[in-house]
Structure formats: C-alpha cells, structure tokens
DNA sequence: CGCATTTTTGATTCTTATCAAGACGAGTGG
DNA sequence: CCACTCGTCTTGATAAGAATCAAAAATGCG
C-alpha cells in the first residue's frame, strides 16, 4: 500500500496522495481504507480490479491536458467501480472523504456488475442533458437533489427535511456541473436566501423544499431566485 | 409496421414519423428499412428489444419537460441500440438517414451486447467532458473527427482528407453538443476559412486539416481563429 | 492564536444565446 | 420552365448568463 506516493503532479487539481490498488497482490485483504483527497489507482487490465463503495464517498474524473477536469459520477455507498464498470486507463476516481472499499469477485457477482455498468450508463444519460441542457440554477438544484438521495443521514428532524454532509467542495461540484466554483456558490446562496435549502457549515446541507427544489431541477417555468 | 403513427406531438422537434418496432411480433422478418426523421420505438421491456445498424444513422437523444433536447449519441453502422443495451423508457432513438435495422439476438450475441454497452458507457463519458469543460469550438471540432471516423466516405482523394456525409442538421449538432445552431454555423464557417474543413453543400465536409482540428479538439493552446 | 484553505461576495469581461433578417436549395404546382 | 414556398443555413446586432478577476470573510488546522 503505497499511499503518498507522488503521480500525476502536474496538474493543480490532482491530490498528491495516491493509493495504488491490486486487487491481485492483495493476499486475503479483502477491504481497504482510503483517506480523502487519495487518488485511487485500480491496477491490472483484468476485470477483476473492481471494488464495491462499503462506505465513504468517490468521485470519478477526467481530464484535459491543460488541467481541465469533469467529476463523472459521484458514488455512494453500495456502488461498485473499477475494470469490470469503468474504462480506468481513461478515468481515474478519487476519495472524497475517509472511505471503505471491498474488492469484489466479478464472477461469482455477475449479475451486480452488470447492474452496476447499467447504473453507470443511465446516471451518464442524466448527466450529459444536465450539463448540455440546464441552467446553472438547475444544475446545482439536480445535484444537490442527486446527493441528498445518496448521502441523507437518518434525520430525527421535525419535518421530512433530509440533511446529508455535501463532501464535494464549492470546486468539486463545480467540476461536476460544468460550472466554476463561484457560480455554484452564488447559486446554494440564492437557494438558501430562498428557504430552498439550509445550511450553517458549508458541508452539511438540507434541503428545506423538496419539492420546489425538484421543480426548478427540472426546469420549471421560471420564477425569480433572489 | 406503423409507420406514420403520431406519437409525442407535444414537442416540435420530434418529427411526426414514427416507427414502433416490436421485435417480438415481428416474426421472421429481421430487417427494417427506417426513413429519415423517423422516431424509432423499441417495445417490450425484455432485452430482446434491441437491434444492430447495418447502414445508416441513428441518434440517440432525450428530452426536457419544456422541450429542451439532448442528443446522447450518434451511432452509425455496426453499433447497437435498444433495451439490451440503453434504457429505452427514458431516451428515443431517431434516424437520421435511411438506415437499415437488424433486430438480433441478445443471447447468442452476448459479447456483442456487452461490448455495446462498455462503448456507450465510454462515449458517453467522452462526452461529458466534451459537454462539461469544451469550448464551442472545441465541441465542434471534435464532433467533426468523431464523424468523420463513424462515416469516413471510400475517398479516391489525392491526400488523406476524409470526406462525410453530414447526416445531421445544424440544429442536430447543436442538440448534441449542447451548443445553438448559430454557434454551430458560426464554427464550421470559422473552420472553413482556417482551411480545417472544405464544404461545398453544407452537409459534406472534407477535414482538410485533420492534425490541426485534432490539436483544436484537445484544447490546444489558443491560437486565434479567423 | 495564526496560517492556509475554502467560501463568499463584488465588479467586470467574455463567450455564447437570443433575436432578426436574408440567402440558399430543393421540391411543387402553375 | 419559372415563380413560389418551405426548411435549413448563414450572418449580423444585441443581450444575458456565466466566467474571470479580485478581495474579503469564514472555517479548519497545527
């Protein structure tokens, strides 16, 4: 387990920390923890460099050459990644927050892969008519409606208000959403002076207004944000 | 075979064509002969809903409430479409030109799906960072090497310009790239007078230049273009 | 407490969208 | 054969949304 090993330094955006992952040269250890901000490096070309999420938060990205970078997908708990799912020689995945990961045995859970890749290509779908398609607004209104699915806490809050810890950074979501990060700032506040959302961290988020959330998500007829 | 059958009207950009393959009821016949601006209609929720291009184009595309559209994928001769391999409830498939459908199946072709859907789920991440981080410019210079790849025309040209037929529609592109048809027109014309493209017709190009529109694509250091 | 990072906020610029005509081409019917 | 029409494409003027640039505020960490 080489973590800090120093790769890709060349871009600004791309943690120095770096976990090389091989499944094969793993012996019988079967999970991992993964600190946040490492890059997650699945080796060998087999199918058998896939992991399932136990808990924690990953990200996968790409890049352009000039540093440019585009958060794919943002994975929760129960989500599988690796050779069997992703073309990894084109798309790295980075840990978000402390994070635990199973290798799996893609044959004996073919099925799952399967499913897994099927997720993968729907969530795409979504993706690229949010970033082709929608406002900024709607952008970060999808997102945060997106992560509040995947990340809500058990919330013993009064109303049917869900809380979850936002581990994208105001960047992160930018890269994601095709935005740069004062925009995606601009628009949370806007939200929050709208009663949409809560917030008194910058990391832990509630959605006050599902509802109206989920209609300005899907491109509402347009109504002022203040 | 219905074709003709109005379907979705609501929206003016899907065409009023509209062809309902149900592989199923089909019987013996394995080949369809699809016109162009015809809504292709993959029923049945079972996998075997899924078909081969022998020669054409199809789009891929998906839909906002207000009628914003988001073309996924352009797909040409070889590819696979349908419920083995996309999820057909949430996005239609139109074509483009006349194209030649072969329904297939996906039990002896398993490796064939599967291939399929590693492809898909790979463009469509492509595509994300096209959509998400690219300038116009860029979009549309890597549109052009993308197509001129799926539908490169046997050239008896003196040098190794690929020439392609344009099977889509400014507005297509712009759907696709999630750009306006005006920016759209605007590039090709800046591309023609930078002697990257030749077009006489506006729907087939010659790259004229492919090492620069391929430096232009990846994010090349900006050089002006007239 | 002080430093580093992230976030917020403001002013300004720039890219691309929007709005608005024309131009071109293909097909239609007189 | 030639006006006429329709759809697509081109081109220009202007506007809007988001990016960029810049700096202050908040937060977290040692």
Redesign the interface.
């Known amino acids: 387990m080489l973590n800090g090993t120093l790769l890709g330094a060349s871009s600004p955006v791309l943690p120095i920390d770096c976990l090389i992952l091989n499944p094969q040269a793993s012996g019988g250890t079967r999970l991992r923890l993964v600190t946040p901000g490492t890059t997650i490096i699945l080796q060998g070309i087999r199918r058998e460099a896939t992991v399932r999420i136990v808990e924690g938060c990953v990200c996968l990205f ?1 890049q ?3 540093g ?3 958060i ?1 997908d943002v994975l929760g708990a129960g989500r599988l990644f690796g050779n069997a799912v ?2 990894t020689t ?2 790295s995945a980075a840990a978000l927050t402390f994070t635990q990961l199973e290798t799996i045995d893609v044959d004996s859970e073919r099925k799952g892969v399967e499913d897994a ?2 997720l ?3 969530r ?6 949010l ?4 406002t900024a607004a709607e952008k970060v209104a999808t997102a945060l409606l997106d992560l509040g699915q995947q990340f809500a806490r058990r919330s013993s809050d009064t109303r049917n208000a869900t809380t979850f810890t936002l581990y994208l950074t105001r960047a992160d979501l930018a ?1 994601w ?2 935005l740069t990060l004062e925009t995606v700032s601009r628009c949370l506040h806007s939200f929050k002076r709208s009663g949409l959302i809560t917030f008194k961290h910058p990391e832990i988020i509630t959605i006050a207004d599902e509802d109206a959330l989920r209609l300005l998500a ?2 509402q ?1 347009k109504r002022a944000l203040s």
Chains 1, 2 share one sequence.
């Open positions: 790409q352009l050459a000039d440019r970078r585009q794919l992703t073309d084109r798309c890749l099927r993968m290509l729907h795409s779908h979504e993706h690229a008519i970033l082709g398609r929608k890269d959403l095709g899907a491109g007829p």
